[in-house]
C-alpha cells in the first residue's frame, strides 16, 4: 500500500497550508486552502463531535471536504488515481479547528473513499516521526473495536 501524507496546518489570515508528500518529508507539494468555504463544517464538527448524530448527511459532509482537498486543480483526484492500484492510506494530520472534521467519510461524488480501498487515518507528525509507516510483520494480538452504536441496534 502507497501512504499519501497530507499536512493541514493553519498559517496567517483564514488560510490552511496543505502539504503533501508519499514517502519522504522534505520533498512535499503544498497549496492554500481558504477556511471559509468550510467554516460551517468546521463549526458543526465542534458542535456535535462528541455527540451519536451529527448533524449533516455523511456522503455531504465528504464530498466537502474531499473537494476543498481537490481544489480546481484537481490535486488530490490525481495522485488518487496515480497509486489506487497498490491501495492507499491517506495519512491526515490536523491541528486545531480541523482536528474535528469527520475525515475518515471523505466521498469523492461516486462513493467514500474507505469503499475503494483508500483508507484515511488519522496522523500526528511530530520531531521524530515524520511519516507513517505500514507494519509489514505486525504483532498477533486481540483487536480492540469500538461498538458501532444505531439507534436501538448495536453491532
Keep these: 500500500m502507497q501512504t499519501l501524507h497530507?499536512?493541514?496546518?493553519?498559517?496567517?489570515?483564514?488560510?490552511v497550508e496543505l502539504r503533501y508528500f508519499t514517502?519522504?518529508?522534505?520533498?512535499?507539494?503544498?497549496?492554500s486552502l481558504p477556511?471559509?468555504?468550510?467554516?460551517d463544517l468546521i463549526?458543526?464538527?465542534?458542535?456535535?463531535y462528541y455527540v451519536s448524530s451529527f448533524a449533516e448527511d455523511y456522503a455531504v459532509t465528504g464530498l466537502r471536504l474531499y473537494n476543498w482537498l481537490d481544489g480546481s486543480?484537481?490535486?488530490?483526484q490525481?495522485?488518487?488515481?496515480?497509486?489506487?492500484?497498490?491501495?492507499?492510506i491517506l495519512a491526515i494530520a490536523t491541528a486545531e479547528?480541523?482536528?474535528?472534521?469527520?475525515w475518515e467519510v471523505l466521498h469523492d461524488g461516486k462513493s467514500f473513499l474507505v469503499q475503494r480501498s483508500i483508507i484515511p487515518v488519522r496522523w500526528v507528525s511530530s520531531d521524530s516521526v515524520k511519516t507513517l509507516s505500514v507494519e509489514t510483520n505486525p504483532e498477533n494480538r486481540a483487536l480492540q473495536v469500538l461498538p458501532f452504536w444505531d439507534g436501538d441496534k448495536k453491532f
Design 78 to 88: 490525481k495522485l488518487i488515481n496515480q497509486y489506487q492500484r497498490q491501495g492507499i
Design 23 to 31: 514517502d519522504n518529508y522534505n520533498k512535499y507539494e503544498k497549496r
Design 73 to 76: 486543480d484537481r490535486c488530490l
Design 43 to 48: 463549526e458543526l464538527a465542534e458542535r456535535d
Design 35 to 39: 477556511l471559509s468555504e468550510i467554516t
Design 97 to 102: 479547528k480541523l482536528a474535528h472534521l469527520p
Design 6 to 15: 497530507l499536512d493541514l496546518k493553519a498559517v496567517a489570515g483564514n488560510y
